[in-house]
């Protein structure tokens, strides 16, 4: 099954993308994940992004391609996969459409987990103060300030593909505020409709 997670940061995509992995043996391919990768390297790649993703604002749609396009077509990719993030604009969404149709694939299902933004910034400010607590290191895009700017960046620039998908049939909703089992739950009925 190859799957698109949407929904704004912080509404769980990440959580849920692990789930799903457990649950149905396909990876978790984040484009946010592979650039701090690259970021904690120290390569080209990662300083070209680092400024970009610590303001909130989304890398080019060119370094998404470059990053995207190899890693469909590994190995573990054979049975489907979960784009976690990894679709945050319409050209890239396009470009995904191109790059699976070139292999003789295709998109199975676009799931939106909705949420209530203040409430993101709640649960937000109460992980930063845990990790915190914890003593580990919070992510340099975690604070309020940039949260809000990712929320804003969501709603111009990647909210265009809930019609982009709805018009191609292939989007579902699941509501994002319950919690990570109700939420879990909910995701399973719909693929298991898919698969
Ligand atoms: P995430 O962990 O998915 O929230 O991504 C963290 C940051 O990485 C985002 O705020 C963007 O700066 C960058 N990023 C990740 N995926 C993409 C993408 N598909 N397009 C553009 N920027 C991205």
Redesign the pocket.
């Known amino acids: 099954m190859i799957l698109i997670l949407l929904g704004p ?1 912080g509404a769980g995509k990440g959580t849920q993308a692990k789930l799903i992995t457990e649950k149905r043996g396909i990876p978790q391919l ?4 592979m ?1 701090r990768a690259s970021i904690a390297a120290g390569t080209e790649l990662g300083l070209k ?1 680092k400024a ?2 610590d303001r ?4 080019s749609d060119e370094i ?1 391609e470059g990053i995207i396009t190899d890693r469909v077509k590994a190995d573990d990719c054979k049975n489907g996969f979960i784009l976690d ?5 319409v050209v ?1 969404a396009e470009m995904i459409d191109r790059v699976l149709s070139g292999l003789g694939r295709k998109l199975d299902v676009v799931v939106e987990l909705t949420v209530n933004e203040e409430e993101l910034v709640q649960r937000l400010n109460a992980r930063i103060a845990e990790t915190k607590a914890q003593g580990k290191e919070v992510r340099a ?1 975690d604070n309020e300030e940039t949260f809000r700017n ?1 929320q804003a960046v969501y709603r111009e620039q990647t909210a265009p593909l809930i019609p982009y998908y709805e018009k191609q049939g292939k989007l579902q909703r699941v509501d994002g505020m319950g919690t990570i089992e109700e939420v879990s739950d909910a995701l399973s009925k719909v693929l298991d409709e898919v698969a």
Request: aromatic share 0%; glycine share 14%.
């Open positions: 940061p984040s484009t946010g994940d650039l992004c970009i993703m909130g604002d989304l890398v998404i993030g990894a679709v945050r604009t890239q895009d990712r």
